[in-house]
């Protein structure tokens, strides 16, 4: 069964950073699409970013220049920098995982990003 477990998330003042980890179980990483999605209290949950197997990267406009997503396939690890942050970045944040050309996707349980003003 493979597991997605995200890290990192906290308690940060507007302006601040944090650096989110989302480490793979039992996948050849490497042949996997990682993205990052959010999820603020009573809304949908959001796209934030992708990276794909090639290392190409795409943002939701919310947070382009301030995030940014990568890929460490020898630790089967996806990151997501979170710079500048602000208020409204407050969610839960969750790693995706999604098979190269295959039907298998998986979630992860989320981590808790708190942003004071």
């Known amino acids: 069964q493979v597991q997605l477990v995200e890290s990192g998330g906290g308690l940060v003042q507007a302006g601040g950073s944090l650096r989110l980890s989302c480490v793979a179980s039992?996948?050849?990483?490497s042949m996997w699409t990682m993205k990052w999605y959010r999820q603020a209290p009573g809304k949908q949950r959001d796209?934030?970013?992708?990276?794909?197997?090639?290392?190409?990267?795409t943002y939701a406009d919310s947070v382009k220049g301030r995030f940014t997503i990568s890929r460490d396939n020898a630790k089967r690890t996806a990151y997501l920098q979170m710079n500048s942050l602000r208020p409204e970045d407050t969610a839960v944040y969750y790693c995706?995982?999604?098979?190269?050309?295959?039907?298998?996707?998986?979630w992860g349980r989320g981590t808790q990003v708190t942003v004071s003003s």
């Open positions: 995706y995982a999604s098979q190269l050309g295959g039907p298998r996707t998986y």
């Open positions: 039992d996948i050849i990483y």
């Open positions: 796209w934030v970013a992708t990276i794909g197997t090639g290392g190409t990267t």
